[in-house]
């Protein structure tokens, strides 16, 4: 099996990734499964981009450390990346200086000159690059062309193309590099990114309203559902701050609609008070988050999965709320829309957990289909006509602890949905056996909740030495270093909460447990021992922004810890 | 309906004399008044006094957290904008924490009646000074006296934009109804700042004080023009009760496409088609 990786880097505002992701597509159109991942400072010129493809005939599911193929847009790639004797570099080499004895496999494209005597901007270098990169993978310029024409406006198109094809005679016959060829395995699959997997699943699922304030890495949710939200009919909201993009939600959920709201961690913080009121009120509610490193504003455009246990024990007291880890588009596309579900039915908050890489990173496993997807909006009260004004017990156990909702404007359901605790008309009560009552049934929805989750599930073969625990997006490199090994196997938890922990204990036990997560601390392992007793004494924790490098996990396995 | 079918049949715990009496009767008169019935009547309120009455209406409910109540209002009308939603908040609540979202809604122009019991101080966490608070009050969490300069909302919402900035007086229950009506009919943004006795901590701010000043503007005042309206707010002995300020602009929900057949509540929670989409990935 041959894994080829192409890499485009250069200073924010170069277009790389406009160009990366492009180039992506480009190759799976050409028959190839396709991984991008994206690094990008948080900055809007400047500073260091770049967009690392990793591609092959076989499918891919994640980022290699290792680079085949660099194209360097200007000097501070020299800067950051480790050039080796391998690599082959597209680079303007008479014009960077410091890099006559790199012992690369240099492809010297004078950018500065094509550009001056084409009399071509400088913002079209990186399609020279693309066609440079087409040509030496022998991807078929039309394919190339027919993205620049979905991605670019008529006024520069062909201003874009011209630059490509003259990238491409620049190409020599010996420059080419020998790829496996393309197949038709991966036309139906889809190249995209976790947060348009999520914000799918959420259209998908019937979603009405979308309110929050932009954060990294949770904002292209918001700006991918804004541009969809004339078509689908849905209310797509940038409120003022997150405090008041859940609290809307709530509003809109309360009114009968289907509501979500997403965030990372920092605006996570200031919604807390919103999920709190979402689970007293027992109004359904779907919270997509995504996370990246630090407390406070942290690393924004980078990855981390830290935020689990703040999730998990997210407001003041105790309720009932479904975490949901989903590790890959197809995961994240059915419990996204299967949140809405849960939420309805319920009446609970549901997370929808992601971080900067998944959110971010470009993957193509992905097939979508209507097969099996139904909508349950759960107990909802059809009304009384006969008695119009007449107050509904609407905070009533109906089944399993689940109360039955009413929608404003139902006659004969009225009723008060208050942050305090209240009696079944949502009256304010203090009473002990009303909150007494109210907890227990509250609570009671778990034994339920818990019947509907996944469990953790295994990949790789059944035994190994090395039994990974994972949850969310570590499933990826773990798949791809599958590829590479038989010494491991790994448990991916693709929901957290509630579920059944006797029978994850049973899952887990006489294994050789190896918990990996890109945090300090270890809280999957953490929240395990807490629930089954089990104490996993071995991690492989990095959290140092970067997801897991396939070749980082080889290594692990290797060394056999 | 008469105001007294809007009684929820929940006594009020409200201090005897406290301004929330009236303001209660007021809201249900204006409802009674403008044939609405409860049950396309969404009441939302926050924390304080000023959040029980929630309690005490025959309608549906929504009782937030301190200073949330316009984004529910938000979330709620966008939702439906067929229902009729009266927010009733205090001056802590809708000054103090919430006044970023009083900023925003006043900038959406949603169609909803805000109603602020302003009394001058927080009641319900017995006597600590509000936003709207006077310099030199010494109250539980300003024993020094306060030092902040007190807010004056009502220049706050017309400098953001309101287009319906209007005064009550809870010791003037049917001036204060009329005003609602117009709140409610007024497709926008109502605000009505409700100028409210603290019995028990608002010692300052009494009947006899509001009776000695209080005077409502009468035909002659034109509510259109936002230097008459500026100066009538900033007024120093003297207190109008009234619509200061009134203009015609675009109701939120109206600027939305997707709102223009039906209300969102029918479309939403069923099964689409995202095939187009899907293709844009292949």
């Known amino acids: 099996m041959s894994v080829i990786t192409w890499k485009i880097g250069g200073p924010a505002g170069f277009g790389i990734m406009s160009a990366g992701p492009m180039f992506a597509m480009a190759l799976k159109r050409s028959g190839y499964s396709v991984h991008g991942y ?50 082959i570099v597209i680079a303007d080499f008479d014009n960077i200086k410091g890099t006559e004895d790199l012992e690369c496999k240099k492809v010297n494209i004078p950018f500065k000159k094509i550009l001056k005597d084409n009399e071509l901007p400088d913002i079209v270098k990186n399609s020279i690059a693309l066609g440079v990169s087409a040509k030496i993978l022998g991807i078929d310029e039309e394919i190339l062309f027919t993205l620049f024409k979905e991605n670019y406006p008529a006024k520069v198109l062909d201003m874009n193309i011209s630059a490509a094809k003259i990238g491409m005679e620049f190409c020599l016959d010996e420059m080419k590099f020998k790829v496996p060829k393309g197949n038709s395995n991966f036309k139906d699959n889809l190249l995209m990114t976790g947060n348009e997997a999520i914000a799918l699943g959420a259209v998908k699922a019937g979603l009405g309203f979308y309110s929050t304030y932009p954060m990294t890495p949770a904002s292209s949710i918001l700006h991918y559902l804004a541009k969809l939200e004339e078509k689908y009919g849905i209310i797509v909201k940038h409120t003022e701050d997150e405090i008041s993009g859940i609290i809307m939600a709530i509003g809109a959920s309360y009114a009968g609609v289907r509501a979500m709201t997403g965030t990372s961690g920092g605006g996570l913080s200031l919604m807390t008070e919103g999920v709190g009121l979402a689970a007293i009120t027992e109004t359904p509610l779907v919270i997509a988050l995504s996370q990246r490193p630090g407390p406070a504003t942290g690393m924004p455009t980078w990855t981390e999965q830290a935020d689990l246990k703040f999730v998990l024990n997210i407001s003041q007291d105790e309720f009932v709320k479904i975490v949901l880890t989903p590790g890959d588009l197809n995961e994240l596309f059915y419990m996204t829309f299967e949140a809405f579900n849960l939420a309805d039915r319920y009446q609970v908050p549901v997370f929808v957990l992601t971080d900067k890489f998944l959110s971010e990173s470009h993957f193509c496993e992905a097939i979508f289909s209507d097969n099996g997807l139904k909508i349950d909006r759960g107990f909802i009260f059809e009304g009384n006509s006969e008695a119009p004004m007449e107050f509904f017990p609407r905070y009533k156990e109906v089944e399993n602890g689940i109360p039955m909702k009413s929608n404003p404007g139902t006659p004969g359901g009225l ?6 605790e209240h009696d079944e008309f949502g009256f304010v009560a203090t009473d002990s056996r009303t909150r007494i009552k109210n907890q227990d049934r509250r609570f009671k929805k778990e034994e339920f909740i818990k019947k509907e989750l996944p469990l953790p599930r295994l990949y790789g073969a059944k035994e190994a030495e090395i039994t990974f625990v994972c949850w969310g997006s570590t499933k ?9 090994t038989d010494k491991f196997n790994f448990f991916h938890f693709s929901a957290v909460n509630p579920i059944d922990w006797e029978k994850v ?16 601390t270890g809280q999957l392992a953490s929240v395990i021992a807490e629930k089954t007793g089990i104490v ?10 970067r997801p897991f490098f396939v070749e980082e996990i080889i290594e692990f396995v290797k060394r056999g810890n | 309906m008469k105001a007294m079918d809007f009684n929820s049949g929940k006594i009020p715990v409200w201090c005897p004399g406290c301004g929330n009496f009236a303001i209660w009767n007021a809201i249900k008169g204006a409802l009674a008044d403008l044939e609405i019935n409860g049950k396309d009547v969404v009441n939302i309120s926050g924390i304080g006094c000023s959040g029980k009455m929630l309690n005490h209406l025959r309608t549906y409910g929504f009782h937030t957290l301190h200073g949330r109540t316009l984004p529910v209002a938000t979330g709620v009308k966008l939702s439906n904008h067929k229902l009729t939603v009266v927010v009733n908040g205090g001056d802590g609540d809708g000054y103090g924490m919430g006044v970023g979202h009083f900023i925003h809604a006043i900038r959406r122009n949603l169609d909803v009646t805000y109603l602020v019991h302003d009394n001058h101080i927080y009641g319900l966490t017995t006597g600590q000074a509000s936003p709207t608070t006077d310099r030199g009050l010494k109250s539980k969490s300003t ?24 005064r009550g007086y809870s010791g003037e229950v049917e001036h204060l109804k009329e005003l609602i009506k117009e ?10 700042d409700i100028l409210q006795p603290c019995v028990t901590f608002g010692k300052t701010y009494s009947y006899e004080y509001y009776d000695e000043r209080i005077y409502k503007l009468d035909e002659s005042y034109d509510f259109t023009n936002f230097d008459n309206a500026m100066e009538k707010i900033w007024e120093k002995e003297k207190i109008a009760l009234g619509i200061i300020y009134k203009k015609e602009r675009d109701e939120y929900a109206s600027l939305h496409p997707q709102l223009k057949d039906d209300i969102l509540v029918n479309s939403t929670g069923k099964l689409r088609d995202i095939l187009e989409e899907l293709e844009k990935f292949k």
Request: hydrophobic share 40%; charged share 20%.
């Open chain 1, 536 to 545: 996993i004494k071995d991690k492989y924790l990095k959290y140092d922004g």
């Open chain 1, 505 to 520: 204990k049973e899952l887990l036990k006489d294994k050789n447990l190896v918990a990996i997560e890109t945090n300090y």
């Open chain 1, 476 to 484: 990826q490199p773990l798949m791809e270093a599958l590829k590479h």
């Open chain 2, 183 to 192: 709140g409610i009919n007024y497709n926008g943004f109502a605000y009505i």
């Open chain 1, 415 to 420: 009723y008060k949905a208050p942050g305090n």
């Open chain 2, 143 to 166: 024993p020094h006296g306060v030092i902040d300069e007190p807010l004056n909302p009502l220049a706050v919402a017309l400098n953001a934009g309101a287009t319906f900035v209007a």
């Open chain 1, 38 to 87: 994206p690094e990008y400072p948080s900055i809007i010129r400047g500073g260091y981009n770049n967009y690392h493809v990793t591609f092959s005939d076989k499918p891919v599911f994640s980022v290699y450390n290792r680079c085949d193929i660099l194209v360097a847009l200007d000097k501070v790639v020299f800067d950051s990346e480790t050039i080796t004797k391998n690599m």
